[in-house]
């Protein structure tokens, strides 16, 4: 099985990723958790999307393309992966077709998780407190300031992949603002139609 999960920051995207690794044992690809290791090992790549990433902008297309195209190709990935914030631009989609296309490989489904706005600021707010409340590191991009340019870098770079996968027939919705087992089921229903 080879997912993406598509949908703007907050949307939950992480949440569902993680719960379909453990129920399929196929592993979760997430650009964020991808780029925030490489910021915390000192790597170039992490030095270099550091401030980007703090500010709540995209991290270049050429750096995310190229850690996505090393590590669908770890033995892990052999029987699929579930795509979590990966592609953000349709330039990235493009690129992740030609990926695929030298290893042979197809998506089996694009999900979208639909939220509104008001309930992502929310979540943030809620995933910060409770951050704090465990005596835990907010994430640097949690800020109400970057959270607004991440709004803002979706509606304009990552938005359109939406009709960019409907106009190629791959794309599927969900409401993301059910409850998190609900978003799950809705999910695995869609990965049901596919397979059949
Ligand atoms: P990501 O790490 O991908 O983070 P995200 O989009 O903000 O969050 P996600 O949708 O995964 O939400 P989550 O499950 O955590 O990106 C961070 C940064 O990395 C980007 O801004 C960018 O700089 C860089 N980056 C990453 N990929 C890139 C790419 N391809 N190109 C360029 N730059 C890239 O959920 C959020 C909260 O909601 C959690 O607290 C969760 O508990 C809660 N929640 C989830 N589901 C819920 C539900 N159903 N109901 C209630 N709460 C829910």
Excluded at 9 to 35: C, H, N, R, V
Excluded at 68 to 80: H, I, L, N, Y
Excluded at 149 to 166: D, G, M, N, Q
């Amino acid at each position: 099985m080879r997912l993406i999960l598509l949908g703007p920051p907050g949307a939950g995207k992480g949440t569902q990723a993680k719960i379909l690794t453990e129920k399929y044992g196929i592993p979760q690809l997430s650009t964020g958790d991808m780029l925030r290791a490489a910021v915390k090992a000192g790597t170039e790549v992490g030095l270099r999307a550091k401030s980007v990433m703090d500010s709540g902008g995209l991290v270049s297309d050429e750096i995310v393309n190229a850690i996505v195209a090393d590590r669908v190709g770890e033995p892990d990935c052999s029987k699929g992966f579930i795509l979590d914030g990966y592609p953000r631009t349709v330039p990235q989609a493009k690129a992740l077709t030609e990926i695929l296309a030298e290893k042979d490989l197809a998506l089996d489904a694009v999900v979208e998780l639909k939220v509104d706005e008001a309930a992502l600021i929310k979540r943030i707010e809620t995933r910060v407190a409770e951050t704090i409340a465990a005596g835990g590191t907010v994430r640097a991009d949690d800020n109400p300031e970057s959270f607004k340019k991440r709004l803002v870098e979706y509606r304009e770079k990552t938005a359109p992949l939406s009709s960019y996968y409907a106009g190629i027939g791959e794309l599927k919705m969900v409401d993301g603002m059910a409850d998190m087992s609900a978003v799950t089921a809705q999910i695995e229903d869609v990965l049901k139609e596919t397979a059949s």
